[in-house]
Protein backbone atom coordinates (compact mmCIF):
# COMPACT_ATOMS: atom_id res chain seq x y z
CA UNK A 1 0.00 0.00 0.00
CA UNK A 2 2.43 2.45 0.76
CA UNK A 3 4.28 1.58 -2.90
CA UNK A 4 1.46 2.25 -4.03
CA UNK A 5 1.01 5.98 -2.52
CA UNK A 6 4.77 6.50 -3.24
CA UNK A 7 4.15 5.71 -6.78
CA UNK A 8 1.12 7.75 -7.33
CA UNK A 9 2.53 11.05 -5.46
CA UNK A 10 6.02 10.74 -7.34
CA UNK A 11 4.15 10.19 -10.56
CA UNK A 12 2.11 13.34 -9.98
CA UNK A 13 4.68 15.73 -9.20
CA UNK A 14 6.81 13.86 -12.49
CA UNK A 15 3.22 14.95 -14.33
CA UNK A 16 2.95 18.86 -12.66
CA UNK A 17 6.73 19.37 -13.63
CA UNK A 18 5.85 18.33 -16.94
CA UNK A 19 2.44 20.03 -17.21
CA UNK A 20 4.48 23.42 -16.22
CA UNK A 21 6.78 23.08 -18.75
CA UNK A 22 4.20 22.79 -21.99
CA UNK A 23 1.68 25.35 -19.73
CA UNK A 24 4.57 27.74 -18.98
CA UNK A 25 3.68 31.17 -19.76
CA UNK A 26 6.74 31.96 -21.75
CA UNK A 27 10.32 30.32 -22.81
CA UNK A 28 12.93 31.59 -24.29
CA UNK A 29 15.05 29.17 -26.57
CA UNK A 30 18.61 30.59 -28.58
CA UNK A 31 20.13 28.81 -31.34
CA UNK A 32 23.32 29.78 -32.28
CA UNK A 33 23.55 27.35 -35.65
CA UNK A 34 21.18 26.28 -38.09
CA UNK A 35 21.38 23.71 -40.58
CA UNK A 36 19.81 24.01 -43.79
CA UNK A 37 17.71 19.98 -44.55
CA UNK A 38 16.54 19.00 -47.59
CA UNK A 39 13.17 16.48 -47.50
CA UNK A 40 14.74 13.57 -46.12
CA UNK A 41 16.34 15.92 -43.43
CA UNK A 42 19.74 15.17 -44.80
CA UNK A 43 22.10 18.59 -43.74
CA UNK A 44 22.87 20.62 -47.08
CA UNK A 45 24.36 23.39 -45.27
CA UNK A 46 25.34 24.44 -41.93
CA UNK A 47 25.56 28.26 -41.06
CA UNK A 48 26.36 30.14 -37.62
CA UNK A 49 23.95 32.45 -37.24
CA UNK A 50 21.50 33.78 -33.75
CA UNK A 51 18.11 32.86 -33.66
CA UNK A 52 16.05 33.48 -30.82
CA UNK A 53 12.40 31.76 -30.43
CA UNK A 54 9.96 32.62 -27.60
CA UNK A 55 6.62 30.73 -26.96
CA UNK A 56 3.87 32.16 -25.09
CA UNK A 57 0.95 30.04 -24.23
CA UNK A 58 -0.82 30.55 -27.71
CA UNK A 59 1.88 31.87 -29.98
CA UNK A 60 5.63 31.72 -31.33
CA UNK A 61 7.62 34.60 -32.52
CA UNK A 62 10.75 33.46 -34.63
CA UNK A 63 13.45 36.22 -34.32
CA UNK A 64 16.61 35.98 -36.96
CA UNK A 65 20.20 37.61 -35.48
CA UNK A 66 18.39 39.36 -32.81
CA UNK A 67 16.13 41.88 -34.87
CA UNK A 68 13.06 41.81 -33.98
CA UNK A 69 11.85 43.62 -36.86
CA UNK A 70 12.48 40.45 -39.20
CA UNK A 71 10.43 38.33 -36.75
CA UNK A 72 8.50 35.27 -37.89
CA UNK A 73 5.31 35.50 -35.91
CA UNK A 74 2.06 33.25 -35.40
CA UNK A 75 -0.41 31.82 -33.47
CA UNK A 76 -0.95 28.29 -33.01
CA UNK A 77 -3.57 25.92 -34.75
CA UNK A 78 -2.79 22.65 -32.76
CA UNK A 79 0.13 21.60 -30.01
CA UNK A 80 1.03 18.10 -28.85
CA UNK A 81 3.57 18.24 -25.59
CA UNK A 82 5.55 15.07 -24.90
CA UNK A 83 7.95 15.66 -22.15
CA UNK A 84 9.52 12.63 -20.45
CA UNK A 85 11.73 14.95 -18.30
CA UNK A 86 10.78 18.43 -19.00
CA UNK A 87 13.69 20.37 -21.25
CA UNK A 88 15.60 17.12 -21.00
CA UNK A 89 14.17 14.39 -23.24
CA UNK A 90 10.43 14.97 -25.28
CA UNK A 91 9.25 16.61 -27.49
CA UNK A 92 6.49 19.42 -28.67
CA UNK A 93 4.88 19.88 -31.76
CA UNK A 94 3.47 22.84 -33.00
CA UNK A 95 1.15 23.65 -35.98
CA UNK A 96 1.04 27.57 -36.74
CA UNK A 97 0.54 30.09 -39.72
CA UNK A 98 3.69 32.59 -39.56
CA UNK A 99 3.36 35.57 -40.93
CA UNK A 100 6.92 38.07 -41.62
CA UNK A 101 7.16 41.32 -41.59
CA UNK A 102 5.54 42.21 -44.37
CA UNK A 103 2.23 39.92 -43.45
CA UNK A 104 2.75 37.15 -46.09
CA UNK A 105 2.11 33.66 -44.78
CA UNK A 106 3.47 30.51 -44.09
CA UNK A 107 1.52 27.45 -43.10
CA UNK A 108 4.75 25.44 -40.62
CA UNK A 109 5.10 22.76 -38.18
CA UNK A 110 7.33 23.71 -35.45
CA UNK A 111 8.79 20.45 -33.60
CA UNK A 112 11.28 21.13 -30.34
CA UNK A 113 12.89 17.93 -29.49
CA UNK A 114 15.12 17.41 -26.26
CA UNK A 115 17.32 14.46 -26.18
CA UNK A 116 19.76 13.17 -23.09
CA UNK A 117 19.66 17.25 -22.44
CA UNK A 118 20.15 18.42 -26.00
CA UNK A 119 17.59 20.42 -27.62
CA UNK A 120 16.79 21.19 -31.36
CA UNK A 121 14.02 23.41 -33.25
CA UNK A 122 12.51 21.33 -36.79
CA UNK A 123 10.95 23.95 -38.98
CA UNK A 124 8.93 22.85 -41.88
CA UNK A 125 6.87 24.66 -44.03
CA UNK A 126 3.80 23.44 -46.06
CA UNK A 127 4.97 25.62 -48.74
CA UNK A 128 8.45 24.93 -49.26
CA UNK A 129 8.71 20.50 -48.79
CA UNK A 130 12.04 20.38 -50.31
CA UNK A 131 13.48 22.85 -47.44
CA UNK A 132 13.81 22.22 -43.47
CA UNK A 133 15.53 24.41 -40.91
CA UNK A 134 17.09 22.95 -37.78
CA UNK A 135 17.94 25.29 -35.12
CA UNK A 136 20.61 23.80 -32.20
CA UNK A 137 19.39 25.27 -29.34
CA UNK A 138 22.44 26.33 -26.87
CA UNK A 139 20.49 27.96 -24.36
CA UNK A 140 17.17 27.98 -22.88
CA UNK A 141 15.18 29.84 -20.17
CA UNK A 142 11.72 30.02 -18.66
CA UNK A 143 10.00 33.88 -18.55
CA UNK A 144 7.80 35.12 -16.16
Not at 13 to 22: E, M, N, P, T
Not at 96 to 107: F, N, Q
Request: proline share 3%; hydrophobic share 35%.
Amino acid sequence: MQKNIFLAIALSGCGLSLKAQCDNARVRYISNKTENLDSTKTVRDTRDENVTVEITKTSISIIPGNNPDEALKGNFTDVNCLWRDAFANGKTIIKTTLSDPHGDPTTATITIEGADGKITILLEAKEFPDRKLRLLVSKHEELN
